[in-house]
């Protein structure tokens, strides 16, 4: 009989600590192809997702433009810092609190006429000046992607009509095809 603690079955078990270069080197060989899988189809989903996102906003930035006109009877705004909260006391015609800070341009990433969201660029354009009432009668929102083909692939564009559009390879317009 061996001895107790002796013996060539714990002399086997004591080479066998960790993993040989090999192994690891196999291991790795497979992180490197699951990511090589994932990272494109994570690519694809956060484009994805920043379109819809733009999309969505685009039909806020409508409904927000529809209501303001409604509201103060003054046609469409001027300019989208319009659309936002007031600093203090109750909403009007200059502070009309129907979208966040963002949309209305008054964060650090917007003006007036321009906001980023989302990986996009939005920008208002007010047209149409109704002479004889001195309101707006229409407006365009563009969409553009900060870089085509990672933050998002295609272009939107929308007016008064509510109708969106999009265009994958250039700044969209109202010859578009909507959505």
Known sequence: MPPLGGGRANDDMRKQKGFSL??????????????AIAIPNLLKSRIAANEASTTSTMRTLNTAEVTFASTYNSGFSDGLNRLGAPASGQPDMNNADLVDPVLSGKTGTGNNTSFIKAGYIFTYVPTGTNTTFGFIAQYNVLADPQARGSSGQRSFFTNESAVIRAN??????ISDNPL
């Open 22 to 35: 090999i192994e690891l080197l196999i291991v790795v060989a497979i992180i490197l192809i699951i990511a």
């Open 168 to 173: 994958a390879t250039a700044v969209a317009t």
